[in-house]
């Protein structure tokens, strides 16, 4: 297998084959109002900043990645709150690149291809002339510890001294700084009956619930439950 990064302006055709990429996320995560109020603007405006790993032997797509130019100071503290807003806001003078998604197909995993997507986001930052891709990376683990506060979780290490997380592990290995929680990467609201339908639960009550794939409790408050994922800021430079 040969896999190669191309970005859809390179390929166009491409991106009429991502849904070839298994989803690999539960259904709540796809009632973002603002994500899929805007989500097309990535092909839209920007193609050249869009990432399809494929195998050029037998033109299989075997994962994507999405990312948007920014404009960030490099200062922590001056930090966005997460994706979602990046996709609020309007930046006329980006000099970041600031990943949205990354993931490979489930059939491809355990061949490092993960990490050639995020090489590959590196290196269209650099290619951008771009000072760095900053990363919301969503912990592959998290959902294990949703009481677990991210600010903690992300600083457990193994006893080797590398992250606990894997994906959090993964963007360390490939050099990315660990900067600060993205507080507010999704913000899904819903009534009951909408968490009903999208995770199979029961919701009879206010409160917080523990969601299977959810990082943090879904909060209920008079009948509409809010889901705000935290992710981390992780910082590469550019290749």
Known sequence: ?????FTLAERPELEQRLDEVADPWPEFIHHDQVLN????????????FQLV?????TEEVLGKGNTMPVAWDGQVETLTGGVVDVFEREFPNPNVLCAVVAVVDAKQQGRG?????????????????????IAPVRPTWKDR???VPLEDYMRWTRDDGMPFDPWIRLHARLGAELLAVAPRSLD??????????WTGMHFPQDGDY???GALVPVRFEGGVGR??????WMRHEPR
């Open 37 to 48: 109020a805007r989500w097309d603007d990535l092909y839209t405006r920007w193609p050249e």
């Open 113 to 133: 291809l993960s990490g050639q997507i995020i090489g590959g986001m590196a290196e269209t930052a650099g290619r951008a002339g771009l000072e760095c891709l």
């Open 1 to 5: 297998m040969l896999a190669q990064i």
């Open 188 to 197: 899904i609201s819903g009534s009951a009956a909408d968490w009903e339908s």
């Open 210 to 212: 523990v969601v299977p």
């Open 227 to 232: 889901y705000l994922e935290p992710n981390v």
């Open 53 to 57: 790993l494929v195998d050029t032997e």
């Open 145 to 147: 510890y949703p009481l």
